[in-house]
C-alpha cells in the first residue's frame, strides 16, 4: 500500500490521550493517574535529523535558489510552449480526475503554481502505480532502478515523456531537490521487499518515504507566507506532519484490502500489546480488542493532523485551500472507521460525494485565517 500526497522534532513524543466517543487528540505534558496514555509506541518514529531533513530544506531555500537558477539557466530545455501547454494540461486532467477535492484547493493557486503542483502530483501518483497499479505483477528492483534513473534524466532536462517535461520545466521553475522524489522511490522498495512491519519506528520511516515526502515536494511550489510566524524548518516539519497522518489513515482505512494481498502494515509489537496477531486480521476477528486498538491507532493518526494545523496556516495564503481540504478529508476518513464501529476488516471507510462538496467550503473558510502560532500548546 502507497500513497501520494507530512506537514520537527516533535516526532510524536508528547502523549495522547483517547476519549469514550470519538478518539480525539488531547496534548497532555503531563501524565495524570488513572487516565489512560496512549502506549509508548508513539515515540518510536523516527527523528527527523535522522531523514536529513534540514539538508533539503536549505537546497530548497529561496537564496539557494538564487544561486541555483544561475547555474541552470544555461541547462534549462527551450520546450516549444504548445508542447508544455499540452503536458501540464495533461496533468491537470489526471489531478482533476484522481484526486477531485485535491485539485479544486489548487484552482486559487497562481497559474504556475497549479501547474507545477499537477505535475507533481502526476509524477508522485505513476510512481505509486508501478507497485500498486494494474502492472504491479511486473514489479522489480530492477524496474525502480530504471525510474530512478528516468528521475534524474528529468532533474537534468531530459525528459522521457510528455509527462516528464512537465515535472523538468517545473524543476527549473521552482527550488526543487530531487532528495525527496529519490526517497519516494526508496518507498516503493520498502514495498516490494516487506509485508510486515516490526514496531512503529519501521512504519513511521515507510510513511515518510511514500508520503512525508510530497510535503516536502510542495512547500517549495505552495510558497511560505510573508507573515509566517515560524521558521521554515517548521513550515516543513508540518508538512511531513500532513503526510504521514495521512498515510496512517490509508493504512488503517486499507487494513482489510492489504490482508486479502498477504500485507499488513500494522505494527507488530502493538497488535502484541492488545493480544493481537497477524491471525486476527487475516480472520476479519472485529473483537473488543481490535476496537481498542484501532482506538489508539486512530487517536496517534489524529495527533499527526493537529501537528500539521499549524504549518498548513503558514503557507502562502492562496496555497492553504488544498491542504486543509486534504487535512480535512483524511480526517473524516478516521470518523467513518469509527462510524463503522472499527470494522476495517470488512468494511472500506469512505467519505461520500455530498460529505465531500460540503466540506470543501469549510476547508476554504479556514484556508482564509491569518497565520498563527500554537507552540505553547506543545510547552
Known sequence: MCSTVSLGKISVHQKCMSSNTRAEVTLAPKQSRGMRVF???????????????????????PIHNLVMRQHLVCRKPQFHPLFLQEAYERCRTICAEYAKSFYLGTLLMTEERQKAIWAIYVWC?????????????????????????????IFDGRPYDMLDAALTDTVFNFPLDIKPFRDMIEGMRMDIKKCRYENFEELHLYC??????????????????????????????????????????????DVG??????????????????????KDVFSRNVSDRWRE??????????????????????????SRWPVWSALMLYREILDAIEDNDYDNLTKRAYVGRTKKLLMLPLAYTRSLSPPTTTMQIFQ
Not at 502506549?39 to 531555500?61: M, T, W
Not at 528492483?141 to 534513473?149: G, I, Y
Not at 511514500?210 to 516543513?236: H, N
Not at 490482508?259 to 496477531?277: C, I, N
Request: hydrophobic content about 40%.
Open 208 to 253: 515518510y518515504y511514500v508520503a512525508g515526502t510530497v510535503g516536502l515536494m510542495s512547500v517549495p511550489v505552495m510558497g511560505i507566507s510573508p507573515e509566517a510566524l515560524i521558521p521554515a524548518q517548521s513550515v516543513y516539519d508540518g508538512a511531513l506532519y500532513l503526510g504521514i497522518g495521512n498515510q496512517l489513515t490509508n493504512i488503517l482505512r
Open 293 to 318: 486498538f484501532m482506538k489508539e491507532q486512530i487517536t496517534r493518526a489524529r495527533f499527526y493532523f493537529k501537528l500539521a494545523e499549524e504549518a498548513a496556516s503558514q503557507l502562502d495564503k492562496n
Open 257 to 278: 484490502e492489504d490482508a486479502m494481498r498477504g500485507r499488513v502494515y500494522l505494527p507488530q509489537d502493538e497488535l502484541a500489546q492488545f493480544g493481537l496477531s497477524d
Open 125 to 153: 501518483r505513476r510512481t505509486d502505480e508501478l507497485v500498486d497499479g494494474p502492472n504491479a505483477d511486473h514489479m522489480s528492483c530492477e524496474v525502480l532502478e530504471r525510474w530512478e534513473e528516468r528521475l534524474h534524466d
Open 39 to 61: 502506549p509508548e509506541l508513539s515515540k518510536q518514529g523516527v527523528l527527523l535529523a535522522d531523514l536529513r531533513i534540514q539538508e533539503i530544506v536549505k537546497r530548497q531555500s
